[in-house]
């Protein structure tokens, strides 16, 4: 059974910074692409970062391009999005995912579609 389990959100302040954490347990998380989403209510969930299984590519949403950072620690078995420079916009309920890729390719993926196991999902608030 995989499981994902995020941690880090909260409140901050607009122009504060907040680093979520995803741990993967019970499966090859080093296998794994993974993939940072966020929705807000009434809207799609949408991708605001994805990386490789092997980290050496990423991808962010131009909203947020520039001001996220999203890495992985395979002996760690966690994923991370570190925000800055956070706005109000970027209120929303954030979710790890993960998809299997058995080592092929070295591809991200934005589509929620793709992915194969969810977090629960992590609170983040950031007042104006």
């Known amino acids: 059974q995989v499981q994902l389990v995020e941690s880090g959100g909260g409140l901050v302040q607009a122009g504060g910074s907040l680093r979520l954490s995803c741990a993967v347990s019970?499966?090859?998380?080093?296998?794994?692409?993974m993939g940072w989403f966020r929705q807000v209510p009434g809207k799609e969930r949408e991708c605001v970062a994805a990386?490789?299984?092997?980290?050496?590519?990423?991808y962010y949403a131009d909203s947020v391009k520039g001001r996220f950072t999203i890495s992985r620690d395979n002996a760690k078995n966690t994923v991370y999005l570190l925000m800055n420079s956070l706005k109000p916009e970027d209120t929303a309920v954030y979710y790890c995912?993960?998809?299997?890729?058995?080592?092929?390719?070295?591809?991200?993926?934005?589509?929620?579609?793709?992915?194969?196991?969810w977090g629960q999902g992590t609170q983040v608030t950031v007042s104006s």
């Open positions: 995912a993960a998809v299997l890729t058995y080592y092929s390719g070295n591809y991200y993926y934005t589509e929620k579609e793709s992915y194969d196991y």
């Open positions: 019970g499966g090859t998380f080093s296998s794994y692409a």
């Open positions: 990386i490789s299984w092997s980290g050496g590519t990423t």
